[in-house]
């Protein structure tokens, strides 16, 4: 409800255009907007007197002043009907404003403001992102794009995980490592570029090989979020990544590339299906699941000469996979992969969901009381102490 007291105006990022004697727009003529009729001015004058310069109860006066027609009452419904509609906003300062950082993070304020109301605090979804903390998981293709990504949104604080060196072959679609990378540790390059581009979000570059869900338990323990975007061995990967998050309760988003389509899912512990109700629910759907997936566990990218994808379509997931990460801490907007798995065709640019599974408390081992083993430990080579000695992260 808003108050009478508090400073509103029209979103700034909607421009107020006439478009003739009795309509008029807010907003821009393509992407969000409303287009008013009024032959009587009554809303005209309101959006106009609706600045931010005087509380909301001296604008309804004058509005009622003006037209002697119009109560107070039917005022404040015309300012909580602008409301709804999405095109208010609170006026006062946000802290970014206070603290100088507005600048920086303009943009990314007056997006995510479009999708609050008047009540709400302008800003307070960026100070959601400057409050979280996430944790990357692999620096490769989909990692290398995400960590710029992730340092112009304003996380709070920002750890990446990778064991690599810079390769030739990672140049076609690794923007974060130059020619004169090549060789480096992958996480000094990326601590480098952090300090480069955004220095005020505190990042923290871990030289490691993920081998076990306690290991990413200990990584992601009093994190807001995780992303993994380890493309070695990603069955065993995100095997682990899945229990470590679970166990300590952090949400994640998973992406991929394959080639000629991609995808990405998203876990929120205890509330969303995990990774191991996923292979769960395709044992339950097709009865070869399991031979299957052992098939996709017998492919070993490790030794790959190299990773067939092309840039656009890596760059499209990362960027799809961070944007999922910033709508599950900021809830702005539903994530789109909650407990569903979606494909990105790159040919025909279709999103298509292609499996929604619901959580299992009675049968899963990882978020609930299931007493059978994970389905993996059913696939030769998978079990834990099967795989150590092989590159997993």
């Known amino acids: 409800m808003l108050s009478l007291d508090s400073r509103v105006r029209v979103k700034r990022i909607y421009p107020v255009t006439r478009i003739d004697d009795i309509q008029f727009r807010i907003g821009a003529r393509f992407g969000p907007s409303m287009e008013v009729t009024d032959p009587k001015q009554h809303l005209w004058t309101l959006v106009a007197a609706l600045n931010g310069e005087s509380p909301l109860n001296e604008v309804i006066r004058r509005v009622c002043e003006s037209f002697p027609e119009l109560t107070v009452e039917g005022v404040i419904d015309a300012v909580q009907y602008l409301d709804r509609q999405g095109v208010l906003e609170d006026a006062i300062a946000t802290p970014y404003d206070e603290r100088g950082e507005l600048d920086r993070y303009l943009g990314n304020v007056d997006y995510l403001s479009s999708y609050a109301t008047a009540s709400e605090r302008r800003g307070a979804e960026q100070d959601r992102l400057r409050d979280a903390r996430v ?43 130059k020619e004169s990378d090549v060789g480096a540790l992958r996480t000094e390059v990326a601590a480098r570029l952090a300090a480069e581009t955004n220095p005020h979000v505190p990042f923290t570059a871990v030289q490691q090989q993920i081998r076990s869900a306690d290991e990413v338990a200990e990584l992601v323990h009093g994190a807001d979020i995780a992303i993994g975007a380890i493309d070695e061995r990603p069955l065993l990967t995100q095997r682990y990544l899945n229990a470590g998050c679970v166990a300590e309760g952090v949400p994640y ?40 997936l052992e098939a996709s566990a017998s492919i070993d990218t490790a030794h790959a000469s190299a990773v067939p994808a092309f840039a656009p379509h890596v760059a499209l997931i990362a960027s799809l996979v961070v944007a999922e990460a910033v709508r599950m801490v900021t809830r702005h907007a539903e994530p789109l992969a909650l ?55």
């Open 339 to 393: 407990g569903q798995q979606i494909d990105i065709h790159y040919e025909t640019g279709r999103l298509e969901r292609l499996t929604t599974w619901d959580r299992d408390p009675q049968g899963c081992p990882v978020c609930g009381d299931g007493v059978d083993g994970p389905v993996l430990d059913k696939l030769r080579g998978m079990a834990p102490g099967d795989w150590l000695s092989e590159a997993v992260a």
């Open 135 to 177: 944790v990357l998981f692999g620096l490769g293709g989909e990692g290398s794009l995400a960590l710029p990504l992730l340092l112009a949104t304003g996380f709070g604080s920002i750890t990446a995980v990778d064991h690599g060196r810079v390769e030739r072959t990672d140049l076609n679609r690794q923007f974060l490592h």
């Open 253 to 292: 988003v998973c992406g991929g590339s394959f080639i000629t389509s991609g995808g990405m899912f998203s876990v929120l512990p205890g509330t969303t299906g995990c990774l191991e109700c996923l292979h769960r629910h395709h044992m339950r759907m097709d009865p070869r699941y399991l031979s299957r």
